[in-house]
Structures are given as structure tokens and as C-alpha cells.
């Protein structure tokens, strides 16, 4: 389970980039994005790098994903969404604080899941209610 906090100019660049996490880097999320304060965002990902950022973002999110950290920022890595993606790690300082702020943290809107949420997809030769193939590949079909 990894942290993946999104900086951005707007809101759309952040959905945008979330749907892009999803869909093309495979990432699974487990807990809807939150709001969260963009000033604080910035101070930390600039500890996290410990540089001072060229931008200041207005609009930040985090959220959790089901992939390991190691595995999130090697998919991450393959696409080139269009906002500031980091992925916290729980060694960080800020990990603790970031995620205390999720739990009170008021849920960011416009964010709807493109995956399917069924049981699976559907074997048309088989009669009956046992229709559904279950596979562990299939990951982006099965219902969490």
C-alpha cells in the first residue's frame, strides 16, 4: 500500500492525472482522493526532495493505492501525467502528518472510478448464475 500525494495548477489537471494513474499505470485505489491544503503539499514534497520548488501548486489530493510503494513509482514512472505526482514513503517525516490530515480530510470532487466494480467479466457459453470468470489478472474487474 502506497501514499501518492498529487500537486497541481487546477483541478481537471488532477483528475486527470489520477484517471491517468488508473488507467494506464494500472494502479488500484483504495480510499477516494482527498483535499488536501496545497501550501502544506508543497513544504512537503520540498522536504522531500529537499530543494525548493520552480512552482507553487493551488490545488493538492492524496490518496492510497493497493500496489507497494516500489511497484507505484515504477508505474508512475512510465506515463507523464499532467500534474505533480509523489509518492510518500512511510520513511519520510511528513508520511505521519500527511496521512493523520487524510482521515479528516474533506473528499475531492469530480473523482469517479473508470474501473468496473462487477463481479467479473462474463462467460456467455456457461448456463446459469456461475457466469462470471474469476482470475487474479483480470484485477481491474474484480470487486474489492
Do not use: C, W
Given at each position: 500500500?502506497?501514499?501518492?500525494?498529487?500537486?497541481?495548477?487546477?483541478?481537471?489537471?488532477?483528475?486527470?492525472?489520477?484517471?491517468?494513474?488508473?488507467?494506464?499505470?494500472?494502479?488500484?485505489?483504495?480510499?477516494?482522493?482527498?483535499?488536501?491544503?496545497?501550501n502544506?503539499?508543497?513544504?512537503?514534497?520540498?522536504?522531500?526532495?529537499?530543494?525548493?520548488?520552480?512552482?507553487?501548486?493551488?490545488?493538492?489530493?492524496?490518496?492510497?493505492?493497493?500496489?507497494?510503494?516500489?511497484?507505484?513509482?515504477?508505474?508512475?514512472?512510465?506515463?507523464?501525467?499532467?500534474?505533480?505526482?509523489?509518492?510518500?514513503?512511510?520513511?519520510?517525516?511528513?508520511?505521519?502528518?500527511?496521512?493523520?490530515?487524510?482521515?479528516?480530510?474533506?473528499?475531492?470532487?469530480?473523482?469517479?472510478?473508470?474501473?468496473?466494480?462487477?463481479?467479473?467479466?462474463i462467460?456467455?457459453?456457461?448456463?446459469?448464475?456461475?457466469?462470471?470468470?474469476?482470475?487474479?489478472?483480470?484485477?481491474?474487474?474484480?470487486?474489492?
Amino acid at each position: 500500500m502506497a501514499l501518492i500525494l498529487v500537486r497541481g495548477e487546477n483541478n481537471s489537471k488532477l483528475l486527470n492525472a489520477i484517471a491517468d494513474m488508473e488507467r494506464h499505470g494500472n494502479l488500484n485505489l483504495i480510499s477516494k482522493p482527498k483535499v488536501i491544503d496545497a501550501n502544506f503539499a508543497d513544504s512537503l514534497v520540498e522536504s522531500i526532495l529537499n530543494s525548493t520548488l520552480r512552482t507553487k501548486s493551488t490545488v493538492a489530493t492524496a490518496f492510497f493505492v493497493q500496489e507497494d510503494t516500489t511497484l507505484s513509482i515504477m508505474q508512475i514512472k512510465k506515463i507523464h501525467p499532467p500534474a505533480h505526482v509523489v509518492v510518500v514513503s512511510d520513511e519520510y517525516d511528513g508520511y505521519n502528518k500527511l496521512e493523520k490530515l487524510l482521515d479528516e480530510a474533506p473528499l475531492f470532487q469530480g473523482y469517479h472510478s473508470h474501473k468496473a466494480k462487477n463481479e467479473g467479466m462474463i462467460d456467455y457459453k456457461i448456463k446459469g448464475k456461475d457466469r462470471h470468470i474469476k482470475s487474479e489478472k483480470l484485477n481491474s474487474y474484480l470487486k474489492k
